[in-house]
């Protein structure tokens, strides 16, 4: 039987806009020559969420976009640039 959990990673797992978003952060994570370690030191995230961000397996929340951001060193809207 489904249930909605299910029903919620079915839809997150195959959502587009977050796979293009764990590519542009992974993108920017090795342009920075850092490591998911190094990425979620620097934006108090655990390494296994980052790796999560770049498969596209996570729905980030405001606050952890801002974290996110914030380890990269740029803004939240570069952040999120040519994400459609």
Do not use: D
Not at 49 to 65: A, C, D, K, V
Request: glycine letters at 10%; aromatic letters at 8%; zero cysteines.
């Amino acid at each position: 039987m489904a249930t909605w959990s299910n029903y919620y990673f079915v839809i997150v797992a195959t959502n587009p806009h977050l796979k293009q978003f764990g590519t542009r952060v992974r993108s920017l994570r090795k342009e920075r020559g850092l490591s998911q370690e190094q990425l979620g030191e620097l934006s108090q995230l655990h390494r296994n969420y980052i790796g999560g961000i770049e498969r596209g397996e996570r729905n980030l929340s405001f606050l952890n976009i801002l974290r996110l951001a914030k380890g990269l060193g740029i803004s939240p809207s570069e952040l999120l640039e040519n994400i459609s």
